[in-house]
Every structure is written in C-alpha cells, then in structure tokens.
C-alpha cells in the first residue's frame, strides 16, 4: 500500500490533483446490502463545498459526484464502489508563478526534492482538494455506521484563533459558516475573520469530533488501537498538526484519581479517556481534538529559494481559504467515520463469536 | 495484519504478556550487513528497565534479550530478527483481587468485552511491559538511521504535573531518573514525586523527541504521511493521550505570517512546522510531543463495577509507576525510530532514481 | 486490502461491473518521472479487446483509457495513476434470464451466497471485462520494466485444446488472433475453433509467458517468493486452474541430478527452475505456464438450480468466447509485469545497499 | 510485511534458520476462546519431523515446541500467539565446504547476490528447515476449522517419480513413510527409493491435499481469491513448482460442456472445479495438487562455479531427504489451513450480515 490507502478491511484508496481533470477514489470492503446512492454522497460534499461564504475560497467547484461502480439498484454489493468528481474550475494560471519557487509553509520544496517532478497547479497532489475525496468516502462510512449501530459523528470548531467557541448546542452548528456550535459567537467570528483578511494573513483553529453510540470493543491492540488509527487518520488531514483523545494535553498535568473514569452500574461517572481505553473503545463517546495550522498561502512577501537555490521573496495569490480550519469539520467527521467503520470489520472478523454475560454499561450516567 | 504488527517494509511483530512465559517481537525488513549485537539492544533496554529509581515500580526485571534468528556473524542477513525477553519477576498473586472486577482507566472492561477472556495478571497484554519489545526493536531501527544518514533520535521529559522543565541541554538527560534536560531542577521534581506518592495519586507528563539530521522527502502521502504515522505510533503508546508534531496545538492561535517557516538559502529560519511540510520530512528537525496520562492504579478506593456488573469500591495495589511518563522517553524514542526506518525504506522503493540539482538546504540557518 | 488491491509497494486498486458505467483502475507507487500517456496504455488494450476476429466475443467495446491523476506533462509524478474505461456496449437484456438460476461453472451461485445480492448483468464483477483494467495497469509496469531493465514480457498460447502449439518464433504471435508462436498451425487452430462452435461447446488452453533479462535478486522469501506471488497473481485471472514455473509437474517425475541447473561463468547450462530459485530471481528468464478452463457459457442445455433452490435446465446465450484462453495472453503478461514491478521496489527498499564483487552470470549459456 | 508475513487477518510472521538457536513464528488475529495446548501443535509437527524412516534426512531434531504467549488457562486470548521450536541438532561443521560456491538448485546464488551475506550453515533462511513453523501454525487453524466448522484437510502423496499412486482410502497415509494413501503400494515405493538412493539421485514427487466441509463463501475477488491464495501459499513452499486447483492442467483438453459443473438439489453432480467458482469456494471439497522438484543435494559431482566466479566441480554432503516431497504433506495440508482460516475471517468481516433464503447444496451428489 503505497500511500494513497487507508484502512486495512474498509479501504479508501484516493487519486488526483487540485488541477487535473478529476479526484476521486476506490472505496473497497464494504458490506453488500448498504443503500448508498450519489445524493446521500453529494450531501456531505456539499457542507465542505467551497465557495459558500465570504470566509472560504472563492473556488467555484460543483463537486458532483459519480458512482461508477459497486451499486446495483441502489444497493452496495460488496464490490469496490468508485467514486469520480470531476475538476471544474481550474485556472491554473492563477498558480504560474509559483513554478520556479518554494512556497513558505506549502510542500513544495518537500514535495520537489522527493519526486523530482512537481504539478505545480494549486499544489496538484497536496492541495487540500484531495479532502473531498474523503468525505465523499466518509459519507458511505457514516451512512453504515448508522444503520448498523446507531452511530452518530458530528465535529464543530471549538476554537478560532485566540477565540474560544463555548459549546452551546449541536443545533447551531449548520447555521453558520464555521461549524461553530454557538449561534452567539458568530458575529465575533465573521469580525475575527474579516480582521485576518484585512491584515492580509491567516489563522488556525481546533475542530473537535464526537462519535455517539459506538459499541465497546472495537481496536486492535497493540499497535492498531482505535486511538492509534484516529491518531494517524487525522494527522493525515492536510494542516493538522495536533490530535487528542479525550482530555488529551490536559492530563500531563492531572491526577490519576481525577483521570481515571470510574464505573457504576448506571454508567461511566466522566469521560476523561474519551472512549478508548486500552486501545478499544470503552462505549462513552469517542472524543477528539485536532489543531488546524493557519493557511501557509498569504498574500505577504515572504523570504524563500527558488530551484537554483537563490533567495527570493514571493506573494502567494489565488483563491485561499484565510482559515482552513474554516472546512475541516465534514473532514474531521469523514476520517473518524472511515477509522470506525474498519474497526467495526477488524472486530467482528476476529471476535464475532465472542459472548460475554457480563452486562455492557453506557457510556455516560444518565 | 492483526494489530500485532507496526510498520510496511520495516516491521515489528509483537507478543507476549505481562506475567506469560515471554514477551519478544520480530522485526523483518532490516536491509543486510547492519552490525547489530544483543550488547546494542540491552543498552537501550536498560535506559527503561524498571526498578532504577524509587519513583518507578519495584519490579525486577532484568529484561535480557536474546537474538534467535537474522543475523551471522553479527551482522544482519536481511531476514527476520527474533527478539526473545524472558519474563523473571511474575508475581502474579499481587493481582489476584482484580481477576472479578474492572479497574477504572485500564483495559480491563474493554479487553473482557471484546474477548471475552482475560489474562488479569499485572494486565496481561494491556501491560506497558509489551513496550520492552518496542525498545528493543527500536535499537535496531535507531542504529541503522545513525549509521546511514547520522540521524539522531532523542527525547526528554518536558513536562512533569504542573512542573514546565527547561530545556537547558542534552547532557542532563542521562543523568537523573526523569529524562529532564535540565539538572537544576532535579530535586523540585523528586520532591514532587515523593508528594504525589504520599498523597497516594499518581500524575501525566509530556515527553517530547528529536530527530535531528533526517534528509528531505521521507513520507508517503496523502494518508502515509510522516507526521500521520508518527501519530498512530506514539498514540498506540500505552497511556498517551495526545500527539503533536512542530508547534502542535499552538498553532490553533497562530498567524500565517508566523507559522510558516522561511527558507533561505543557508537554511531554514524557523522551525514551527516540525520538520515535515505535506507529510514528507523537510530536513529540519522533527519534533514531536506528546501527553502521558497519570497511571490508573493508583492505592486509593475507587468504584467501579464487577463482572456481574454489581457496584464495588476497589483498590489497586502491587508495583505501580505513579507517573509512567517517568519511563516513557526510551519508548517515544523507539517508536520515531521505527516510523522513520520504515519511512527510510518506503522512500527508496519509489524515488531511488530521483536526481534533483536543486541544493538541498540545511534544516536551520546556523 | 480487502480483496481488489494487488501488490504492496506498486498496487493496483481495481473497480468495475461487466455492465455498470465504467472499469478502471488506480496503479499506486509508481515510481515519478516515466514517460507514460494513454497511447501506450491503448496499445496493450487493443491486443486483448474483444471482437477482432471470429473466435471471440462479438461484444463491441473500444475500451478506450483515460488518464485521470498521476502524471504531469506526460510524466509520472509519483502519486496515484487513475485509469478510467467507460463501458458502452452493455446489452444487458441478453442476460435477464439468468437472473433467477445459477449458471454451471460460473460464479453465480458463489457470489449470491457470499453477498447476497448479485449484479448479475454480464457476470457483474466476476465477468473477465475486469481484466482489461489489469492489461491497462500493466503497460506502465511493462514499460518501467522495459526502461529500467531492459525487461521484455511475453506471452504466448503453447496448447489449445489437444492441440499443442510448438514454439517457432516470436514474431508470429501478433499476426493471428490466438497468439500462437507458429504461423503454419493457425489454419489448424481456426479449424478447430470452428469445430468446438459448431458442437456449441467450448475449449481450454494453456498459456505461457517469459520474462527475460530480470537481474538476479528479487523476490522476498520466505512467504512472498517470487514464484509464489506470481502463482497469486496468475490464479487470480479467471478461469485459470493451474500455474507452472519453469518445468512445473514436469519435476513430479524428474531426476535430482537432472534438475539442479548447473551454473558455469558463461551462464546457467540450463533453465529447469524456471528462473527463480529460493523465492528470489536467477537472472535466467522467468518461464510461467498457465492452464485456461473452458468457457463456462455455452449455448447447450445444462442441469443447474433456480434461488429456490428447484432443478432447472438453462442454457446460457449472449456474446461469449468459446475460448476464453485466446484473449489470455496480454492478461497473463500485464500480470507478470505487476508482480515483477513490485518486487522491484520491494528489493531496492530492503538492498538497494548491496554491493557483490561475485560476477553476476548470464542467464544461459551463450 | 516484509515477506515473512503471511495472511491479512489471520497472520503467520517466520523466523529461523536452519543452523540458528531457533526457528519460531507469531500467529496473530487468532480468535479468543480455542482450546489449544503444545500438545495439539506438537502432533502435527511429529507427523512433519526429520528421522522417523530411512527415506528421509537423518537429522534428528525433536522438534519441541514451546507457546511463548497468547493463550490462558489453556484458551487463545485474542492475542500473538509466539512458537518456539529451538535447533538441537545442528551440526553445521557438515556445510563448511558450501561457503565458497554456490551448489546448483539451491538458492545460493540468489540469496549471496540479494543480501550480500549469507548463512549458510544448513541453507540458512532458504532451508526447508523454516517449514516446520508452518506446521505448527497451521496446527492451531486446523484445529479452529475443525470446530467452527467441521473442515478436515488432509493431504497425500499421489505420485512418487514415475509412479502413480492410486488412492485406496485415508486410513493408510498415517500408516507409512511416504503419507501414500494405498498400503499395498508402499512396498514399490520403498523400492523405488532404495533404487534412487542407490543411484545417488533424487526424484520428485506429486502432493495432493483436500479440504473438506468449506462453507460455500469464503475469498475475496478479484484478487484475493481463494484459489489464488492456496496457490500463493502452496507456492511459497520449498521445492514447490507447480499447483492445480480441480482439474489444474487437466482442462486444457477439456471442454465446457464437461468442466462445469451442473448443480442439483441435491448437490453439485461433478467437481472439476475443484471448490472454487469465481475465487470463492462452493461448498464442494477443495482439491489442490502441487509438484515438488527433487532434493538438489545430491551426491553427485556437478558443475558451479564460486564466489570468484570461478569454475568449481562439487558435491553435496550432509544429511539430505532423497525425495522432499516425502515429508511435504503436512506442510502442505497446514498452507491450506492458513488460507481458509484467514480467509474465514475476512469473510465474515464483510459478510458478516449477509442472509440468503436460497438453500446451500451439498459439495457433492448422495
């Protein structure tokens, strides 16, 4: 597997470039008898569409999705189910001049050095683009994980720069722009956010996810623990540079008799582990944090090299998302789905037989 | 692959139990000729050895390995290397009250749901005595990346509870019982741990490591990232909680401007990124950190629920770190060890032919 | 990898229905900087596309491929290659009869059971349709191969039916529809077919192909030998029962003293082993043989099952080849080239440091 | 995986050479709950062992095997299970004149330019010593088929040389030296190997191996087929070159309207296919048919050449089976249970859910 899949049962195998014709990708190993059709894929595009505030790039791309195969008569078969969005709006020559220079922040030196050869347009390979591939995959995921078991997974910012976002209730977070589960803090955020552009920079931000309902038992210790593979599935998000589970860089400064959940009848008493604890999930809700970098493509001159070395200073120009946090959350959600939904397989191949008479608690007292 | 095994070309395959027979790994895909002895591995061992330090569990183990397979003559032949570690010190009737009952934040619960049976002694599998073989696999990986490319891998303790540490140099790190890098502060933290240990509670840390000399262009995208898979390796690391490469969570705060590192011809000016841009390393150092939660046995009454899922007040006794953090840096260490040889050889496979003229910048100005 | 992915470092991520909207596929790993565009893919599909001469399928598809990722200015870059076929000759009203019974020798019955929901639209995914996305996949590994190595990969038909085929020259395989290496048995060849169609019956065949100039070394005992990869790789194309290297059953009856290939410094006096020894290439030719089941569609009445489970008579109409082994050779040889480009990369990950003073030998006498 | 793992869900990882301290394996993603003892292992691999007739090596290894981890109180947790056979018998002083030459039909040649060193006490890596693991892990799938599903795979010698061995029942295999399933023909055989021991040669032999009571369902197309899994496996054994699934090569003359097999109520009415439709077994019995190559050691002068690339004549000592095939049947009935096994549990990761009211026929008609 040579980079461009994820997930060992439940794989996304994942092609294309911000300014080639198409991105798109192979979901393989799902269950047969899942009805999925391209509106319940195209709804979950659509959240992380570009273009629908002043606050995101204003990249117009329709991201319609095609299935090509792995349905009949709207229902999965358990055959690889391909997934094609087709490149609309390209203007590749917005993009020119960054040929012959390394963007500051961008993988392009890396990116060169590696392969000796590099698309250059919009970043071709690791342009976040490739993110809608995710969700798009994500969306069968999250389709099953709810029929089979209830599951719910929703993500919202939670911080905006200096600005933290008090979680008020999931209701608010379709009604804004920033995924924002607070209706109240909106306007602070549209200010925060014309503020950066005004002073022709960028900011990060930290997404949470929550997945409701997951049953306990799924991981794969020692190496493949569910906090493992979310670990690595978010990482794997273009600009995020921090994952958590549960109370993550909080417990380096807390007691072990806070920390560790305690268990009654009714339910855990907290949920400080974050529903993973020895690499499987415990029942509670799978809870996790993630740091989004700030946009490395600013319109500031910036010191870099070009390819002979030379010292130079470079604008980036072209249609930027100031904030990339801004549409991380249906990605953040999309990768937690993909993660669960292999480990949901991963189980129930090694352990379908197993029967316990102990009674299962829920996750949360209540 | 089961869970059991880390790693695409490089791999470990671990067994083995807290109180079984053994534990042990094989590693397969370390290219031939390597010098590797058991003298080489037992170093590293011995840096996390228990029973070093009154801060960490009295358990005696001399954690002695021996090579069965996969090297001739002290070298490597390209086959797998068996690494065998006897269990001495088992005593497992300091166990024996947890046998009916679910510790709170331990495997416990989750391990018996999902299997159905338990090996309750000194936490069977769960046990961070299974991170002895990662030690001891990471030798080798460590070695090879000195010898071919001068890498160096280092961590420390950079945090203990509330206590910040310094970072005042690398020569401390050998010498004191906590990894710190900093030998002024030794005594604040001794005492700390003699309160927390009266106090009968036990406290997180952050461990933070360093690779230093890693060259440009390691790292698969878009899912096998560098930093994703630094992830996924340090979050399957017994009781963290929370991974960061560069300036992790601090970016969320963070302006483009400031975030994104300028590149100059004698180096790179800054090193917020952690040294890998769009997954693949940049050739500054990769730094990455990560949370430790406080150990869940700690000798205080907690309540938690038995099998038959009747309510019980419960208290862990036997040899317990109150803070495993203290141990955790031979094993961050080890695990960037691993990632990075994996990466090495990944890397080679697909870009052996790759000549690019363009001068290859050191990872910092200096 | 759950069953649609072939190889480790160079993969192939199949996807596509005998009748859906399109095949394809996604070839990862390739290594950047290969002169490849769809004319080279083209030209390998043209050899195995159905309906160019009376012995096969009058299905009319020009399987044209289109690039969708991957390659830059008609150079590899490195990331995934998508590879996309539109289906466009689909008369599937040819097959609604066989929607309710299972057809003798085919994957009906097998495919029901394990899905429980069937494409059954021209064999859906079990249709050999899928291996023209293996040919695709195949010419940039024949062409790596061929740059790189000076490989060449050739195939040819040695036995149809009872008629064995002798060896004359290599130039008569593209100048008649059976890829036969012998131009004065093609008149006895389509005599034969004509024959076999007449009694409404069809025919097996066996195929061979050779790879020379395969530099010693690759293979990656002791599981992911060569020749055991290759035998995954030749039993996985439809219809193939049996798979030979070098002297194959030919050894059952074969002397010790006659076997062993002597080695002399002009070269190995002979080629029993079929160029492989130990899992690992020999620098001999690699000599692979392939046993080609009959078409499983015939135009006779066959005794079979209907989903309830009652006796039916069914007799199977639609365009199908009386042998499907005529259109295997171009399938044989792209999946040799897979496996080869594979265990390319995977040797140089691990050996790309190896430096033997001993002359490597050539592979025959000569 | 690095070539010394096989399976994806159910995994054997090797290690061991022949002359090392030992040779040993990790079974991983075992099932919990089996009842498996060093007893139940130690039964298949004294059916395997080295000595027990003067038709084989006169090594005399006891071939005790130890469990390392992964089982409790007598039952598989869930977790690695490690085997530990230690060498006993190594009497490496016999290979010494083998350093500097490369002994035809051995892969002397290929490991020495592979790897660049070399083991070659006892063939190292490349002995068929390492099939020893195999066995004892294919022990503990045999035994869970068994249960779970009441699979029995057993395999026999079918052909010695020239001779045919006819099959007369399964009773007679465990009852002489050559697994024949005919007593009266063992005397031939003991006659025909006096001769070929006589004549200082070696001869190959034909293995045939049957599984029994396969649900129909289990394999995974398009490329992880059943069928090309067992002849991946078959294949990684030593001295293997040949493998046949149903009538293998049989169906090169073979026409439609014989191979495919009709299906009845009562069950299939033929088994040319030999268990497999589509890569996916059907309930019939698995016939799989592999050709070993005779012994390469022989003591016969022969032509090499040495690590100078100089023309040498040699020949080969040491403690040799005259015909490998003869103690190949256990090895290769554990393959067959590898396969299944792992491919049990890929199905029902995937199929999990899968209800059909069609009924399941029996394999066979009666």
Redesign the interface.
């Known amino acids: 597997?040579?980079?461009?899949?994820?997930g060992?049962?439940?794989?996304v195998?994942?092609?294309?470039?911000s300014h080639?014709?198409?991105?798109?990708?192979?979901v393989?190993?799902?269950?047969?008898?899942l009805a999925i059709t391209e509106a319940d894929i195209q709804l979950e595009l659509d959240r992380r569409k570009p273009g629908t505030s002043r606050h995101v790039t204003q990249r117009k791309e329709p991201d319609t999705v095609?299935i090509?195969?792995?349905t009949?008569e709207g229902?999965?078969?358990?055959?690889?189910?391909?997934l094609?969005i087709r490149n609309t709006d390209q203007r590749s020559q917005d993009y020119g001049k960054i040929v012959e220079t390394?963007?500051?922040?961008?993988?392009d030196?890396?990116?060169?050095?590696?392969?000796?050869?590099?698309?250059h347009r919009g970043g071709?390979?690791?342009s976040a683009r490739?993110t809608a591939v995710r969700v798009a995959a994500g969306a069968i995921a999250k389709k099953w994980l709810r029929q089979?078991f209830g599951i719910v997974i929703r993500g919202y910012m939670s911080?905006l720069?200096?600005i933290a976002i008090p979680f008020k209730g999931w209701q608010h977070i379709s009604e804004n722009a920033f995924f924002a589960p607070n209706d109240e803090i909106v306007p602070q955020l549209e200010n925060y956010m014309d503020q950066?552009r005004a002073e022709r920079?960028?900011?990060?931000?930290?997404i949470d996810v929550v997945a409701e309902n997951v049953p306990?038992?799924?991981?794969?210790?020692?190496?493949?623990?569910l906090?493992?593979?979310?670990?690595?599935?978010?990482?794997?998000i273009?600009a995020v540079?921090?994952?958590?589970?549960?109370?993550?860089?909080?417990?380096?400064?807390?007691?072990?008799?806070?920390?560790?959940?305690?268990?009654?009848?009714k339910g855990f008493?907290s949920n400080h582990?974050?529903g993973v604890?020895?690499?499987?999930?415990?029942g509670q809700d799978i809870r996790v944090s993630m740091?989004?970098?700030?946009?490395?493509?600013?319109p500031?001159e910036?010191?870099?090299?070009d390819?002979?070395?030379?010292?130079v200073m470079m604008q980036t120009t072209g249609r930027h998302d100031p904030c990339v946090g801004i549409r991380a959350t249906p990605i953040a959600e999309a990768m937690l789905a993909l993660v669960l939904m292999d480990h949901a397989?991963?189980?129930?191949?090694?352990?379908?037989?197993?029967?316990?008479s102990?009674?299962?608690?829920p996750g949360h007292i209540g």
């Open positions: 597997m040579s980079g461009s899949t994820l060992l049962l439940f794989t195998t994942s092609f294309g470039e080639g014709p198409a991105i798109g990708c192979i393989d190993g799902c269950p047969p008898g095609e090509l195969s792995g009949f229902l999965t078969t358990g055959h690889p189910i391909a094609l390394f963007r500051p922040g961008h993988a030196y890396t990116y060169w050095h590696k392969y000796g050869i590099r698309d071709g390979r690791s490739e089979h911080q720069g200096e950066i920079d960028s900011i990060g931000a930290r306990v038992g799924w991981g794969e210790p020692v190496y493949d623990r906090d493992a593979d979310i670990a690595h599935a978010m990482m794997s273009n540079k921090g994952v958590e589970i549960g109370d993550g860089f909080g417990v380096v400064a807390q007691r072990g008799s806070v920390h560790g959940d305690e268990l009654t009848p008493a582990a974050g604890l020895g690499g499987i999930s415990t740091a989004i970098k700030p946009t490395s493509s600013i500031q910036r010191a870099s090299i390819k002979q070395g030379e010292p397989l991963r189980h129930r191949a090694q352990n379908a037989d197993v029967h316990v102990t009674p299962r608690i």
